[in-house]
């Protein structure tokens, strides 16, 4: 039997001169595509799934199925109650499928379910499809999309602005409730030219950025954040209301997902480090604690020790963040104070509760390398020599496995040092300070001559009058360049 699919009205409304390209692009994250299975997660589901709302929660717990297969049975089954409160037929129907795999292939290969308690026990408390549902929602969503369509209409032939961009925004809304993104962003980004205020401008751009991130089209999501911050009533005000707070931490949470995304984690680090906790409400796209972990990590990843201590340990802002995570902010304090094996191993007990976060999953690993060659670097920048027996001790690893790292260090220019690999001892480079001072000071006076030479032919030729005129434009094609002579006295040397 044919499962009924909703079947979204197209929209009937005139073109809007704004086209958006709404596929999401390719961001060359080939980890995305990595498979791996989470054996042994300490997270809480059910508080977590909490934390989120709309598709966020949704396509944060089929994240979790898809890589966890002691939760795999738990988190569809509350995907799917959640789901029913919306018109997402689709999903609905997705779900139900995944759960009929999972507890298919748990009773095959007799292993019990962790979160179920077994697969027999699990079959009993799983949701049968409901066929009902799925015809109802379809027709209600259908009928409602026909009214909005409608109202959306005869708001037009009023030509009244502001209930037209309410329209769209209440088709978009709807759209996005069906989980067609492509029509919600279109919906939403044709709100734009019906804009009366500031106010409406940012809106639209959160409501743009919301679906974008849903999609991961990265540029998309930049690129309203630039056209709401550069709002004018917006950026007048902003820092003085309230609700401006709000937006500005909302619009730098999802700079800083961008830029995760990207893989620009310093710059990521430098967004998420701006939020404000007490005006982060922001369910649909990440949680508090995400806004923590997220630029904690990226921070602890790229920030020497000065940018570490200024802009995370002292930060008043984002200390408030730390206190809602207490092994990041253990890791943080950790490394800062030099205590490596303590802050990698804090780091090994939250890896598989990352790798079931769906935006830093895929760029844990990565993350995690950089720590530790950050690590590596300063523990051996007081040093001239270092012991190498000593360092896996203190690095919690082999001299093997050291050894090979800090090769790689030397090799990427990251550590000026040689290895003594029969001696395990590990030599600073004895770099001749005498000849880099005499090498810098020479580099400085030739551009201080090249900068003197620029400032005596400027003098000379303001002095004389100098200048040059642009040809007429509509000078034939064929006219030639000429110079005119003169001098100081009769006006200067024209150059037509």
């Known amino acids: 039997m044919t499962l009924p699919q909703m079947q979204p009205m197209a929209y009937q409304g005139g073109v809007e001169p704004m086209q958006v390209d709404a596929p999401p692009e390719d961001n060359d994250n080939s980890n995305e595509e990595e498979f791996y299975i989470v054996r042994n997660p300490t997270l809480d589901l059910e508080t977590y799934a909490n934390s989120y709302k709309s598709l966020a929660r949704l396509h944060r717990l089929?994240?979790?199925?898809?890589?966890?297969?002691s939760m795999r049975v738990e988190a569809l089954k509350m995907a799917i109650q959640y789901v029913m409160g919306t018109y997402n037929v689709t999903l609905y129907q997705q779900l139900h499928k995944k759960l009929q795999e999972s507890i298919g292939s748990n009773a095959t290969t007799n292993l019990p379910d962790v979160a179920?308690?077994?697969?027999q026990s699990t079959s009993q408390d799983i949701p049968a499809f409901d066929i009902h549902w799925v015809e109802s929602k379809s027709k209600k969503a259908a009928l409602k999309l026909e009214k909005l369509d409608t109202d959306l209409k005869n708001y037009k032939s009023n030509s009244i602005k502001e209930s037209i961009r309410r329209g769209h925004d209440d088709l978009g809304d709807h759209y996005l409730d069906c989980g067609d993104l492509s029509n919600a962003l279109k919906c939403y980004s044709r709100a734009r030219d019906y804009c009366t205020s500031g106010k409406h401008v940012v809106n639209m751009c959160l409501n743009v950025i919301k679906v974008s991130v849903y999609l991961k089209n990265w540029s998309h999501v930049l690129s309203f954040i630039n056209k709401a911050e550069a709002t004018p009533d917006f950026s007048e005000?902003?820092?003085k209301d309230s609700s401006n707070q709000t937006i500005m931490t909302r619009l730098k949470c999802a700079a800083g997902l961008a830029h995760l995304a990207t893989k620009m984690y310093k710059a990521a680090a430098k967004q998420f480090l701006q939020?404000?906790?007490?005006?982060?409400?922001?369910?649909?796209?990440l949680s508090p604690n995400n806004v923590a972990m997220y630029g904690g990590l990226c921070a602890l990843a790229t920030y020497d020790r000065n940018e570490l201590k200024k802009n995370v340990i002292f930060s008043?802002?984002?200390k408030l963040f730390l206190e809602l995570e207490p092994q990041l902010r253990d890791i943080i304090f950790k490394f800062y104070e030099s205590k490596y094996a303590s802050c990698l191993k804090l780091l090994d007990e939250i890896k598989e509760n990352l790798l079931l976060d769906m935006y830093i999953a895929p760029h844990v690993n990565t993350l995690y390398s950089q720590i530790r060659n950050r690590a590596l670097i300063?523990?051996?920048?007081?040093?001239?020599s270092a012991d190498m027996r000593k360092m896996a001790s203190a690095l919690n690893t082999s001299v093997h496995a050291l050894e090979d790292e800090l090769m790689q260090l030397i090799l990427d220019g990251q550590i000026q040092a040689r290895i003594d690999s029969h001696n395990k001892i590990l030599y600073a480079k004895d770099a001749d300070q005498?000849?880099?001072t005499f090498e810098r000071s020479i580099m400085m006076g030739q551009e201080y001559q090249r900068r003197t030479r620029m400032l005596i032919l400027r003098s000379a030729m303001l002095k004389n009058h100098i200048h040059v005129k642009s040809l007429q434009r509509d000078s034939g094609q064929g006219e030639e360049t000429s110079v005119?002579?003169?001098?100081?006295?009769s006006g200067g040397v024209d150059v037509v």
């Open 484 to 489: 005119t002579p003169g001098n100081s006295s």
């Open 116 to 119: 179920g308690g077994g697969a």
């Open 237 to 239: 005000v902003h820092g």
């Open 378 to 384: 300063q523990y051996f920048s007081p040093y001239l």
């Open 316 to 318: 008043s802002s984002f």
């Open 275 to 285: 939020a404000n906790l007490d005006h982060c409400d922001f369910p649909e796209l």
């Open 434 to 436: 005498r000849s880099t």
């Open 62 to 69: 089929m994240f979790i199925a898809t890589h966890c297969p």
